[in-house]
């Protein structure tokens, strides 16, 4: 049980946000960050980005630094 324990933690740290770039589709939209798929550890307050009315398809996280860019 503790082996399976440390599994779950390294597959946690492994999603860590190491890329500050991140493309998405509208089928993600609203756009929130951090994403459902980053690691709770590491997270910050949850901010929504309207990203679909920026006029260049993209929007950063004030918090992390993150650039999102909407696809298509």
């Known amino acids: 049980m503790e082996s399976q324990r440390n599994t779950d933690k390294e597959a946690d740290y492994k999603k860590l946000n190491i ?6 589709n509208r089928s ?3 756009l929130h960050c951090p994403t459902n798929e980053s690691a709770l550890w590491c997270a910050h307050p949850k901010v929504f980005l309207a990203i679909e009315d920026a ?3 993209s929007a950063r996280c004030p918090y992390c630094g993150t650039l999102y860019k909407l696809q298509g």
């Open 19 to 24: 890329t500050n770039e991140v493309t998405i």
């Open 55 to 57: 006029k260049n398809n």
């Open 28 to 30: 993600d939209l609203p």
